[in-house]
């Protein structure tokens, strides 16, 4: 669309905002970038260029809806769905960055647009799908499915579509639609709630230590960024700040000596917005309230029901049984480390029963007793530009695709790095991939992938290609050591580069089945299944180099890592299916009055028999994934349910060799380019060969399995 064109929309769409024509015309959103691959022009963004752009973006977006629905001829998929998956050009280009800045690059202006942006963004996103004559032309091409003869890929997204306007209150009526729209709004502003009350809690909190006495045990890494924060933050020498955020917290809970440290640490983590200015339990409230009226609206039984009827697992229940069959085992190990931690401090003298701050201490000096297996001195080999190396040669080995950095190519942040992605063989460019490892304030906690710029087939056939980025939260450097990740952070590097190679490697042909645009446990799978290859010999002779001496990790060390790797997952997989059995049991909720979510929380783990040494992965005033929007609302068991996938697929690489062309282009195709495009059970089928039994996952974490699971009956197929 011409740039007069676009200025134009955004002039009707601000109503006589007091802007100026040339203000709207150097707004960067209004035209096609003119960057390498149309990389965002982050440097030319301004504050005040969101909304008129979020505007105009939604005026271009609706004159596009109505030259569909005002078209005389019959709707069919070349005039209803195609121009319908190629409109919003503007929108798509405003959003996408929003979105990332406002979780990455916070700031008091981007907290104040978002009170704005997401409300704007959510009640255009309700009237386009309660749009009455743009569901008809949807629904008239949907029951004319089979007489048009559309298979694959098309007769998949009619079939979606059509589904998406139903589950987003097209069949309802007129005072209904208008109640969904208001309890879309309100959870809109719900999620804005509790993300800035968890975003400012965690930034509020953290511990002091002015008695260097006190940092007996941690490393001098841990030491060093601690003494680096309380620089930061103006405290002068001899003074140390510990704060919430991973790479902070978690070196102290498993290597301070000091029980009290560890305990004020555990404590100030699992009270975290629980009370004060950042309560969030109210908030969950609200949002479960108002959750319960949206699925009553639609026809469900429950929220929890509305949401897994949607994927793969289709009932509560269904993902319910799987979390069962993986929590029973995980808990018989959890008292087995309990006991033999229990065993070590009694052997020391310690005079302390284990408690949960103890976890993560004594499971440490298990490992080093059992497998003499310090992770500290396994760091060393794991700097950040050693671990980013050994994702690419995974990524080359695997797919013969090459990463070379884009120095000059625009960024929104100074630590953010840019690659351009070609094929090794060709020079094809295949995308753009962006890394933002490190915390700041302004970024939220975790790791996640997300695009600038999805991928779809243009109408000559040309393919446009994604802009993806990862993010994390891993160890800064610190002191004169270079960034050394620890094992779960080298596990969570390789995971969240699967996600983008789900992103990046996508040739589906429509927009909305491209990349990760997959039912939601599915979209695990890429990036579990390439956490597998992060400790295997065979990649780690390549990338695992000692950060001081250039020295490749030695077999030996490799060997101890091997005979460690199923050490502690009794904790750790009982920690990650509790919380996923815990946002099931709030997805079986429909209160219409405040809960005690502290003693819900309470209820559900005796319940379960949760060992008294640990608790949910999350806790709910922190469960972002489940409060912070809908993304893993009744869905958080999706992990789980996908590694029943990726642990079961990666024994076929195991089988044949975890660099098998064949293995891997047969990933590749029906996996990784594929997206959408098909049932995700039908996808994994012609990969694997056959589904997929709940074993490979038990055998993977060194659980011992109760029975074997068929998932066949949960495809919906």
Do not use: C
Not at 269 to 275: E, N
Not at 605 to 621: I, K
Request: aromatic content about 12%.
């Amino acid at each position: 669309m011409k740039t007069t064109i676009i200025t134009l929309a955004a002039a009707l769409a601000l109503g006589g905002a007091s802007l100026t024509a040339a203000q709207m015309h150097n707004n960067p959103f209004l035209e096609e970038y003119t960057t390498p691959y149309q990389i965002p022009p982050f440097d030319s963004i301004q504050y005040s260029d969101y909304m008129p752009a979020l505007e105009a973006g939604i005026a271009q977006k609706k004159a596009q809806i109505s030259a569909i629905v005002s078209n005389p001829a019959t709707p069919d998929f070349d005039n209803t769905i195609l121009p319908l998956e190629r409109s919003g050009e503007i929108l798509d280009r405003v959003a996408a960055v929003f979105f990332a800045l406002d979780e990455s690059n916070s700031s008091p202006e981007m907290v104040a647009i978002a009170e704005e942006f997401y409300p704007a963004y959510s009640q255009f996103s309700d009237e386009m799908m309660m749009n009455d004559s743009l569901f008809g032309r949807i629904r008239a091409v949907y029951d004319s499915r089979d007489a048009a003869g559309l298979t694959g890929d098309r007769r998949r997204a009619v079939e979606e579509y059509y589904k998406q306007f139903v589950r987003n209150g097209a069949l309802l009526s007129a005072d209904a639609k208008e109640e969904l729209k208001n309890l879309n709004t309100e959870l809109t502003n719900l999620y804005l709630t509790f993300n800035k009350n968890l975003l400012n809690a965690t930034n509020a909190f953290s511990i002091v230590v002015d008695d260097p006495a006190e940092l007996a045990g941690l490393p001098s890494s841990s030491i060093a960024q601690a003494a680096d924060a309380a620089t930061a933050a103006g405290l002068g020498p001899n003074h140390w700040m510990f704060t919430l955020h991973a790479p902070s917290r978690l070196p102290l809970l498993q290597y301070a000596d000091n029980r009290d440290l560890r305990r004020r640490m555990y404590q100030g983590y699992t009270s975290l917005a629980s009370d004060g200015q950042y309560n969030n339990l109210p908030v969950i409230n609200r949002i479960l309230q108002a959750r319960a009226r949206k699925a009553a609206l639609l026809g469900f039984d429950s929220f929890g029901a509305y949401m897994t009827d949607n994927v793969m697992a289709k009932t509560v229940d269904n993902a319910e049984e799987l979390l069962m069959k993986i929590w029973r085992p995980a808990v018989a190990r959890v008292h087995e480390e309990v006991a033999e931690m229990q065993a070590l401090a009694d052997e020391e003298g310690a005079g302390i029963t284990i408690e949960p701050w103890d976890y993560y201490y004594y499971a440490e000096k298990v490992r080093r007793r059992k497998f003499n297996l310090d992770e500290n001195e396994v760091r060393r080999y794991f700097a950040l530009d050693s671990v980013r190396n050994g994702i690419f040669t995974m990524a080359e080995r695997l797919y013969g695709i090459k990463f070379t950095e884009m120095p000059d190519a625009p960024r929104y942040y100074d630590e953010v790095t840019v690659y351009d992605v070609t094929d090794a063989a060709t020079g094809e460019h295949i995308a753009v991939f962006m890394t933002d490892y490190f915390p700041r304030a302004s970024k939220r906690q975790g790791a996640w992938m997300s695009e600038f710029k999805g991928s779809w087939q243009n109408p000559d056939g040309t393919s446009s290609r994604p802009i993806i980025y990862n993010v994390g939260n891993f160890s800064r450097p610190a002191g004169d050591e270079p960034a050394l990740l620890t094992i779960d952070e080298v596990e969570t590097m390789f995971h969240e580069f699967g996600h983008g190679l789900h992103g990046m490697l996508s040739r589906a042909p429509l927009k909305s089945q491209a990349g990760t645009n997959v039912d939601r446990d599915f979209v695990e799978l890429p990036s579990q299944i390439h956490e597998h290859w992060a400790f295997e010999p065979e990649l780690l002779r390549i990338y695992a180099h000692d950060y001081a001496t250039g020295d490749t990790i030695p077999d030996e060390l490799i060997a101890r890592l091997e005979a460690a790797a199923t050490h502690n997952q009794g904790f750790t997989t009982a920690e990650l299916a509790g919380a996923a059995l815990l946002d099931l049991q709030y997805g079986k909720l429909n209160p219409e009055g405040d809960i005690d979510i502290a003693e819900f929380e309470r209820g559900v783990a005796e319940q379960l028999g949760m060992p008294r040494e640990l608790t949910f992965r999350y806790r709910s005033p922190y469960f972002k994934h489940i409060f912070g929007s809908d993304g893993y609302a009744s869905g958080y068991y999706t992990y789980l349910w996908a590694e029943v996938l990726d642990a079961d697929g990666f024994e076929l690489f195991k089988e044949k060799g975890i660099f098998d062309p064949a293995t891997a282009e047969s990933f590749r195709h029906n996996v990784l380019e594929a997206g959408g495009s098909a049932d995700p059970m039908e996808l994994y089928v012609r990969f694997r060969g056959q589904e997929p039994t709940v074993d490979a996952l038990l055998r993977g974490r060194g659980l011992a399995p109760e029975s074997n699971m068929d998932l066949s009956p949960r495809t919906g197929r």
